[in-house]
Structures are given as structure tokens and as C-alpha cells.
């Protein structure tokens, strides 16, 4: 066990910070108020890697580890959960192709995907397809040296603001192994958008529904073969978990600390509302749930990183957790920020409203206690 970071772990969490605190925080507030999509952003943060972060390093990767991504994702979620979200679903899409695709494919798409001049979807869920994923209706009939695809992907984010869009469609019969997976890029025929939905939060991000009407796709875009999809679909969740536990974590640290340093200024009954033991006891509740959720997340992406057979049981739990404790502790913040944490001039109710929906997408928390049920029960 090693709990200490490496000194490179130091030196790109580091730069995380440092460019959540230049290029991220000042300008949060901003992107959630007015549904700005921000694309200069999203390129520095390219430019430190950040848009590859587990991809390899011969097509412009990262090549870091599940460990590692986590630690740079606190770090971005502390500034704007909602961005570094989708920064998140972005390296998810750009893995699948990295660890899945040919090497033409690889060539194809990912020297744009690591730089971000262009943007990368992940489109799996559809309006009756959302927990049970292996019902998804998509389909994708094979003519000639094309699939023709007709159906819909619901809650996608980057929305039409994406260039290249991962896809899960049904070339087979019906459950998990009919399933395979296209990219499918931004100006194929037939391909269109729904509108943009207004969301609670995760306004700094694009979502709407991607649409399907004899779209075109060449068979020289499927990733993997035939029957392969919903494998791949359910290995690139198991990253997208920590990651989206981690950004829950980096949201909730912030609040913590916007929580410490308001209730040392606000001043009750004579005294600063930190002086008080309830405070103190909630801070001290807050903090330790937070840690604890750190280190089991930590501890499954170490096993995801080294392929423990019981890595994805270990994502499933730690995303339900990392997701519950910091919605639970950015609500309890807001409680302490008393009436002016209900207010748009405090940052704490827009981690609120952006880490809410950390505990329903990437598999709802439900669906995280069926993987842990069933692990466990072996049923």
C-alpha cells in the first residue's frame, strides 16, 4: 500500500490546480449563468494534456493511469464540476477508440481528440434505454461497406457541439451481444440534434438528443467487432465512474472550505458561527466522509489500473459513494451558509445543482447497489 503521491502525481495534480484556479474559477460562474460552452478552456487544458489523459503517448496521449486522472479531475471539479465533467466524458469517448480501435482508426480521430480541435461524445443512453443499457433500440443495418443507423441517444453531452460521437447501436438480435460500436462524425447525413435541454445544472455543457434518420455510417468506423459494443460501453463506465466519483470530491472539497471560511467571518450571538460545536462537528462529519470517499476511490482505480478481477465492483462502490458524500456534503455546506448559500452571489449553490446529477448518470447509484448486490450474492 502507498498512500503517499509520486513526485510526477505532485507535479500534474499541481498543474491541475493551478489551472482550475487561472482558467477555470474566475469564469465558473460565467459559463453556468449563461450556458457557455467553453472551448478556449477546454483547449488549454488540451494543451497540459488533459484531453488524453489515458490515451497513448504516439497519437498525442497522456498515458497516464486511472489513479492519476482522478487526482487531475478533483483538482478541475474544485473550480467547475460541470466542465471538468465534461472533460471527463471526453477522455471516456477518446479511450474506447484508443484501447479499441485499429490502428488506422487511432490515427484517424485522436491527434484531434487529445488537442480538443475537435470534441468527442459518448452516446449510449436513448429515452427507453437508461439503466438497462443492453435494451438500447438503436439500430444499425449493414448495406454493403455501410450501417445504416435509425434511432436516438437521449442526455447527450456536447450535444451538437461535438465533432466525433461514440455510439452503441444494435447490429444483432436482441440483449448485450447484439450490441456494437460506431463513431459516427459531426456532418454524416442523416444525423441531426434535438433540442438543447435546460438543465438544473451542468449548464457549462451542451445536452441534447443525437438523432439517427438513414444516417450513413462506413463500416470502417465500427470500433471492435461486431458484438463487441456493449463490452466496450461497460469497460470505458468503469473509468467514467471514478472519474465522475472524483469530480463529485474535487466540488465537495471546494464547498468545505468556502463553508470554513465563511463561518469564521459570520459572526452570532457575539461570536463566529465557526465557534460553535455544532460547526464544528458538522465540518469535522463533512471532512472525514470526504476522505473516506477519497480513499476507496482511489483504491478501485489502483485496481482498475492493475485489472483486479474485482475492479469493477470496486467502481461501483466507490462511485456511489464519492457521489452520495459529496452531494451530501455540498448540501450540508449550503446549510451552514444559512440563507445566503440559497443565493446566486455564493458559488455553493451551483456545486449543489452541478453535483446532483453525479449520482444518476454513469450508472445510477440504484444500478451501482444491483453491481455490489450481485457481485456479492453471485446472482
Known amino acids: 500500500m502507498q498512500f503517499s503521491l509520486t513526485e510526477d502525481q505532485e507535479a500534474f495534480q499541481n498543474a491541475a490546480r493551478d489551472f482550475a484556479a487561472g482558467e477555470m474559477a474566475p469564469h465558473a460562474a460565467h459559463w453556468d449563468e449563461e450556458e457557455i460552452f467553453p472551448v478556449d478552456a477546454l483547449r488549454k487544458a488540451a494543451e497540459l494534456g488533459f484531453a488524453g489523459i489515458y490515451v497513448k503517448e504516439?497519437?498525442?496521449?497522456?498515458?497516464?493511469?486511472?489513479?492519476?486522472?482522478?487526482l487531475i479531475f478533483e483538482?478541475?471539479?474544485a473550480a467547475c464540476p460541470s466542465t471538468a465533467a465534461y472533460i471527463s466524458i471526453h477522455n471516456m469517448a477518446a479511450w474506447m477508440i484508443d484501447s479499441f480501435g485499429s490502428d488506422d482508426q487511432r490515427a484517424r480521430w485522436?491527434?484531434?481528440?487529445?488537442?480538443?480541435t475537435k470534441f468527442a461524445s459518448y452516446c449510449l443512453t436513448e429515452p427507453g434505454a437508461g439503466s438497462d443499457a443492453a435494451s438500447l433500440r438503436t439500430k444499425a443495418e449493414r448495406d454493403g461497406e455501410y450501417y445504416v443507423l435509425n434511432g436516438s441517444k437521449a442526455f447527450i453531452s456536447g450535444g451538437a457541439s461535438s465533432d466525433v460521437y461514440v455510439v452503441m447501436v444494435r447490429t444483432?438480435?436482441?440483449g448485450p451481444k447484439g450490441i456494437s460500436c460506431?463513431?459516427?462524425?459531426?456532418?454524416?447525413p442523416g444525423l441531426s440534434f434535438g433540442k438543447p435541454e435546460k438543465k438544473l445544472g451542468w449548464k457549462s455543457q451542451p445536452t441534447c438528443a443525437v438523432i439517427f434518420e438513414d444516417c450513413r455510417v462506413p463500416v470502417a468506423n465500427r470500433i471492435g467487432a461486431e458484438g463487441e459494443g456493449f463490452k466496450i460501453a461497460m469497460k470505458g463506465l468503469d473509468g467514467g465512474r471514478l472519474n465522475i466519483g472524483a469530480c463529485s470530491l474535487g466540488g465537495a472539497r471546494e464547498c468545505i472550505r468556502l463553508a470554513v471560511d465563511y463561518t469564521n467571518q459570520r459572526q452570532q450571538f457575539g461570536q463566529a458561527v465557526s465557534a460553535f460545536q455544532n460547526t464544528q462537528f458538522q465540518?469535522?462529519?463533512?471532512?472525514?466522509?470526504?476522505?473516506?470517499a477519497r480513499l476507496l476511490l482511489h483504491r478501485a482505480a489502483a485496481a482498475l489500473d492493475a485489472k483486479d478481477a474485482n475492479a469493477t465492483t470496486l467502481c461501483a462502490m466507490a462511485k456511489r459513494l464519492a457521489t452520495d458524500t459529496g452531494?451530501?456534503?455540498?448540501?450540508?455546506a449550503l446549510q451552514l451558509f444559512g440563507g445566503y448559500g440559497y443565493i446566486k452571489e455564493y458559488p455553493i449553490e451551483r456545486y449543489l445543482r452541478d453535483l446532483r446529477v453525479h449520482r444518476i448518470l454513469e450508472g445510477s447509484n440504484e444500478i451501482m447497489r444491483v453491481i455490489i448486490g450481485r457481485a456479492l450474492t453471485q446472482v
Open 58 to 70: 504516439d497519437v498525442g496521449g497522456s498515458a497516464l493511469t486511472r489513479l492519476d486522472a482522478a
Open 75 to 77: 483538482e478541475l471539479a
Open 110 to 116: 485522436l491527434p484531434d481528440l487529445t488537442t480538443m
Open 172 to 174: 444483432g438480435g436482441p
Open 182 to 188: 460506431l463513431v459516427v462524425e459531426k456532418g454524416t
Open 283 to 292: 465540518l469535522a462529519d463533512m471532512a472525514t466522509e470526504l476522505e473516506a
Open 327 to 332: 452531494f451530501s456534503v455540498v448540501d450540508r
